[in-house]
């Protein structure tokens, strides 16, 4: 796994949340592309890792979501065919920092160590529709939120298409599919379950920076 | 030792600078540099890359108005532009990128590549250069009319197959001991059309180790591409382009016709 790659603004609330500030100064009109950001290495973690939340930070946000990993290596591939490029899924949660802006790279958001907790790899024949699966996450034991992986803007085929068009997708890389507008948001001392239906279960315990 | 990576005859071997365009491999056989498929010099883990660290190439791409400029100038002061790029992008000295057929405005970076060599969290400044392995030269490939103001530069314009060259070389930082005083130039089809200092950089090579160990983990293999001087020229299929940092290397690189229908 060289590449984790998150969508932005890829569930319709999301984008219609963003969507008025598209038409003004600096972004003028909506983006025609997927808005992409990567995860780098020093953010993947496990299951039961620990993650700090970030000195100065009261809280962050919850990106309860499924990883697309990449099987065969996908170099410009068409939707019809993307599917098959596709080895499994798995749990992530892909965090950040509220109140990420539109026009800059989100590293200062996105990047923190241990912000891409994921899950073990479930291969994709356990998958009947990745469209249709039902992402539950809790903190604390409560229930926090629940959204069903339908009415993407971008589904996973489309996704897969339009980032190989100009970045080869190797083995092992994963594609995330993007998280709804109001994501829950946890504090240090909270742990968090994201629980996807057939995928499987990722837990985190959040402390405070100097703690892990 | 300067050190490069280099496929010949089937395998992957490293190599030593050897006089003039030769090079001697790991196992003592000499060869032309131009007999060899040149890698990466080392592989790479995060690749960052700085966007207008240098002032005049930001008052070449920016504000129209020199109010709007300053203005600019003077956020840009505050906080370094850093976005990230795939390892999908990476290829090595005398390579071919693409040039697609909707480009209309491609242009080269020539930049100076400072390789992490030792993990740190919260560097300071004045340690900074501790954690440098060493140096290499960046050809770091833009398509402005790409660009969209989404989590701008975006992927699509900066993450693209073939569009992060490196090498040749990997400089030991021992054998560079001051990364803030490099000449840094681009010759386009041999001639000469970018140049620039290192010492122009808005954030040197300190100050961005330390800006970012204070966000992350910096850990062995990870690089920092530390931004691009002005003189930003559209290139086309055919284009030789050889950028070169002073005491660090001369990267050559052609760009080719878009081989998709």
């Known amino acids: ?212 | 030792m300067k050190t490069g990576r280099v496929v010949h005859g089937g395998a992957i071997h490293r190599c030593t600078p050897a006089g003039a365009d030769r090079i001697r491999l790991a196992d003592g056989r000499l060869l032309a540099e131009a007999e060899v498929q040149w890698l990466a010099p080392f592989e790479p883990r995060t690749i960052f890359a700085l966007a207008l660290n240098y002032a005049q190439h930001a008052s070449e791409l920016a504000a129209k108005s020199s109010s709007d400029q300053a203005g600019f100038l003077q956020a840009q002061m505050h906080q370094p532009i850093v976005f990230l790029k795939g390892a999908n992008s990476v290829v090595g000295h005398r390579s071919f990128t693409r040039r697609p057929a909707e480009a209309e405005f491609m242009h080269y970076e020539c930049e100076l590549a400072v390789v992490i060599g030792h993990e740190g969290r919260r560097i300071r400044r004045a340690n900074a250069l501790a954690h440098v392995a060493g140096y290499t030269v960046a050809n770091d490939y833009a398509i402005r009319n790409f660009l969209e103001p989404y989590f701008r530069p975006n992927l699509r314009v900066k993450s693209r197959d073939g569009g992060t060259v490196l090498g040749p070389w990997l400089v030991p930082a021992a054998e560079l001991p001051d990364p803030m005083a490099l000449q840094l130039t681009t010759h386009l089809d041999g001639a000469l059309v970018q140049q620039g200092c290192s010492a122009d950089m808005i954030h040197d090579v300190p100050s961005l180790i330390e800006y970012l160990s204070g966000l992350m983990t910096l850990s062995p293999g990870d690089v920092i591409l530390t931004g691009t001087p002005a003189g930003s020229v559209d290139v086309t299929a055919g284009s030789e382009v050889v950028c070169t940092v002073q005491g660090v290397g001369s990267l050559l690189n052609t760009l080719v016709s878009d081989w998709r229908a």
Not at chain 1, 96 to 120: H, S, V
Not at chain 1, 137 to 146: D, K, L, T
Not at chain 1, 163 to 184: K, R, W
């Open chain 1, 1 to 212: 796994m060289k590449m984790v790659i998150g969508v932005l603004l890829n569930f319709p609330d999301a984008w219609a949340a963003a969507e008025p500030q598209m038409h003004h100064a600096p972004h003028f009109q909506p983006p025609r592309h997927p808005v992409l950001y990567f995860k780098p290495a020093n953010t993947w973690c496990g299951d039961g890792d620990d993650i700090a939340v970030p000195a100065g930070v009261s809280e962050v946000e919850l990106g309860a979501t499924l990883g697309v990993v990449i099987g065969e290596p996908a170099c410009a591939v068409r939707e019809s065919e993307a599917m098959r490029h596709v080895a499994g899924y798995r749990v992530v949660n892909d965090i950040g920092l509220p109140e990420t802006g539109l026009l800059r790279p989100p590293l200062a958001q996105k990047c923190r160590d241990r912000f891409c907790p994921m899950g073990p790899v479930v291969p994709a024949d356990r998958v009947a529709d990745p469209g249709k699966l039902r992402i539950r996450i809790a903190v604390n034991g409560r229930p926090q939120a629940s959204h069903a992986t339908v009415g993407l803007l971008r589904s996973v085929p489309q996704l897969l298409s339009a980032i190989s068009e100009f970045a080869t997708l190797d083995t092992g890389d994963m594609v995330l599919i993007g998280v709804p507008a109001n994501p829950p948001r946890a504090h240090s001392g909270d742990k968090v379950v994201v629980e996807i239906d057939g995928v499987g279960r990722l837990e985190n315990l959040f402390c405070a920076e100097g703690a892990t």
